[in-house]
């Protein structure tokens, strides 16, 4: 109605009539009273009847006239622009409820406002791949860490100057949440590209164990590894991080 224009007189008697036939419904929230649909087979039916040429427009107006509204959320505004064809400004807005719902620690509404964000194709790949790996710690942070891993393992793919970084953390996902055998194969490859094999069974693991502490601290010591004097050598660090 805001986005059309109209006086209060030119809907009153249309809304009446729409609530007289159970078509929508009065909501109040946050002391402000809206309209919705009475079902969401009202919704359907009206969505049915709107051409697909007119839809962008109609989402546009929508979005203009939540973005005014001081209680409209910013999913809403997100979503509609999405629908319009405004990617930038669908991006802004959905990062901004996504930056939102992680302050709240609703870490599972912040993951779905960042999944639109990433289908906008808003930024350069290198900010792209920023906002997936946003989206990978949101998803692992809701307990999802299955779907957080895929996140993960599709970075590998796009970023391959960080491939430890994010396999590592898709293993540890997979791991996590159960999937072990998948989160295992990942880790095989990371450790492989450290320098590191996983042993093949537990015979393997227990003698491993058994040999490093019979060599203890010397077995470094004659690598050349430690030295209280020196700095410390940061290219051990992944090695270290999937061990």
């Known amino acids: 109605i805001e986005a059309a224009g109209l006086a209060e007189s030119d809907y009153l008697g249309d809304l009446a009539s729409l609530r007289a036939k159970r078509l929508v419904s009065p909501r109040l929230a946050e002391g402000r009273q809206s309209l919705e649909p009475y079902h969401a087979r009202v919704r359907e039916a009206v969505e049915r009847t709107i051409a697909k040429d007119v839809r962008p427009t109609l989402h546009g107006a929508l979005a203009a006239a939540l973005a005014r509204s001081p209680v409209a959320k910013d999913e809403a505004v997100a979503h509609h622009w999405l629908e319009a064809g405004e990617m930038q400004k669908a991006f802004d807005a959905a990062r901004e409820a996504a930056a939102a719902a992680r302050a709240e620690l609703a870490f599972g509404r912040c993951a779905a406002m960042l999944e639109l964000a990433t289908r906008t194709g808003v930024g350069t790949r290198a900010e792209r791949n920023a906002l997936q790996e946003e989206l990978a710690d949101a998803l692992a942070n809701a307990g999802r860490g299955h779907e957080a891993a895929r996140v993960f393992l599709a970075l590998a793919a796009s970023d391959p100057a960080n491939i430890d970084v994010h ?16 989160g295992i194969a990942v880790l095989r490859r990371v450790l492989e590209r450290v320098g590191r094999a996983l042993p093949s069974s537990r015979i393997a693991s227990v003698a491993r164990v058994i040999w490093s502490q019979a060599l ?18 940061r290219s051990l660090f992944p090695r270290i991080d999937a061990c």
């Open 216 to 233: 203890g601290p010397g077995r470094a010591l004659m690598e050349g590894r430690v030295d209280a004097r020196g700095p410390v050598d």
């Open 167 to 182: 396999e590592r953390r898709a293993a540890e996902q997979l791991l996590f949440s159960g999937h072990l055998d998948e």
